[in-house]
């Protein structure tokens, strides 16, 4: 969960979301590497009133260059390849859920299960109990196990929308008429908040995601408890 005048990223809740913490540490490194080295070159051109023939035209100098920048691109593609793979990956999913968007509220079915899917709103502001965060909570969360792979269906079926929860690294496009596939996977217990991520009408600052990851002899209760319920 993000919190006030935060400067980061929220803490990783999925092997995913480290992976892209990761990339995004060695991405930034380069980046202040190239900004220091073209600094340094501007203030020494600007400072000196030296010239040099060897420096206005040397074949060795465009070599170097023109390989360099391309070294530095592989450095920083090779890793970002790597990890679009990996968003890709789904191994022997455990559990199936699919999310539909509406205006303005989540749908969830849990295909595995006969008669398991509900729909998600927000809650409004005077329903909240005290601890519980504004325009962020909902009164039926997505459940899921721990440690768990999970294959997410997302689709939506008015507008465009995007299931985005940023601590599990994932942001998926919900798209009418088409199905999207991506994997989910929570390395802890916890709630996981997240909000549409496009502008999909008058309310879309008003259908948050919140996703719980519970051990997985409680996933079966809770299980139990919605089909019961049904």
Known sequence: MAYPSQLGFQDAASPLMEELLH?????LMIVLLISVLVLY???????????????????LIEIV??????????IIALPSLRILYLMDEINDPHLTVKVIGH????????TDYEQLCFDSYMLP???LNPGQLRLL???????????????MLITAEDVLHSWAVPTLGIKMDAV?????????????????????????????????????SIPHNYFKNWVTLMIENE
């Not at 205006?103 to 849990?110: D, L």
């Not at 908040?193 to 919140?210: K, L, R, T």
Request: glycine content about 4%.
């Open 103 to 110: 205006q303005w509220y989540w749908s969830y079915e849990y």
């Open 176 to 212: 009418p008429g088409r199905l999207n596939q991506t994997t989910l996977y929570a390395n802890r217990p916890g709630v996981f908040y997240g909000q549409c991520s496009e502008i999909c009408g008058a309310n879309h600052s008003f259908m948050p995601i919140v996703v719980e």
């Open 137 to 151: 909570e909902v009164d039926h969360r997505m459940v899921i196990p721990s440690n768990s792979p999970i294959r």
């Open 23 to 27: 990339f995004h540490d060695h991405a």
């Open 125 to 127: 502001t005077q329903d």
């Open 65 to 74: 260059w023109t390989i360099l920048p391309a070294f530095v691109l592989a």
């Open 41 to 59: 070159i501007i203030i020494v051109m600007v400072s000196t009133t030296l010239t040099d023939k060897l420096i206005l035209d040397s074949q």
